[in-house]
């Protein structure tokens, strides 16, 4: 989990703020990833990026938009935060080559909108 | 949606029993793992078979994959206290992405 670091940890807001979460990673992995986990279900994949200027929208990117600022840099941003964007969200990298398939995935951020 | 489902969604077991977990599938796939998640942490990766595989071992897992039911179980053998955990299949299809179930809660009492 140290490879891959996810900030903050923990935060609260207020409906209608402005939010951002960070993901960064030491792995050198091109592949990353963004994923909200709702109590009690899976993962869901929110938008990953297979590099630098490759951007794609996962199965739930409504609400939400992504940065990537580097290879070892992907943010995640809610424009305007709602009560039921409150969930626990990692992030995850992969590599290239026969390896691709595995993901590395951060401690998470457990966001609470009110 | 999801594409992986575990069956049972939680088991309770005693150490060092066996724990089985099973996940079924509904389109084809290129490979299929099973990830761990410690209460509120990250998902760690336990183990990835392909298609074209049918059983692998890694340690006290065992994991079997059958393309024909699409379904694929996670054996733990001579389970432990710090074994407990939920436990994700995750299948990757052509487009190698990953697809999560929704997890099955293993409780093993000392």
């Known amino acids: 989990d140290a490879d891959v670091t996810q900030t903050p940890r923990n935060r609260i807001t207020k409906t209608g703020k402005r939010i951002m979460l960070e993901c960064s990673q030491t792995?050198?992995?091109?592949?990353m990833y963004w994923y909200r986990q709702d109590p009690g279900l899976g993962l869901r994949l929110i938008y990953y990026s297979f590099d630098v200027k490759d951007i794609n929208k996962g199965e739930i990117s409504d609400g939400y938009s992504v940065s990537r600022q580097a290879q070892a840099k992907f943010s995640l941003s809610l424009e305007s935060a709602i009560p039921n964007q409150t969930a626990l969200y990692f992030c995850a990298t992969s590599d290239l080559g026969p390896g691709a398939d595995t993901q590395y995935f951060g401690p998470g951020t457990r966001l609470t909108v009110l | 949606s999801q594409q992986g489902e575990e069956d049972p969604q939680a088991l309770s077991i005693q150490e060092g029993e066996n724990a089985t977990m099973n996940c079924s599938y509904k389109?084809?796939?290129?490979?299929l793992q099973w990830y761990r998640q410690n209460s509120g942490r990250g998902l760690v990766h336990l183990i990835l078979i392909r298609s074209n595989e049918r059983e692998k071992h890694s340690g006290r897992l065992r994991v079997t994959l059958d393309t024909s039911k699409k379904s694929s179980s996670l054996l733990i053998t001579a389970s432990r206290a710090a074994d407990t955990a939920s436990y994700f299949c995750?299948?990757?299809?052509?487009?190698?992405?990953?697809?999560f179930g929704s997890g099955t809660q293993l409780t093993v009492l000392p």
């Open positions: 995750a299948t990757a299809g052509s487009a190698r992405q990953l697809t």
């Open positions: 792995k050198g992995h091109d592949r």
């Open positions: 389109t084809s796939i290129n490979n």
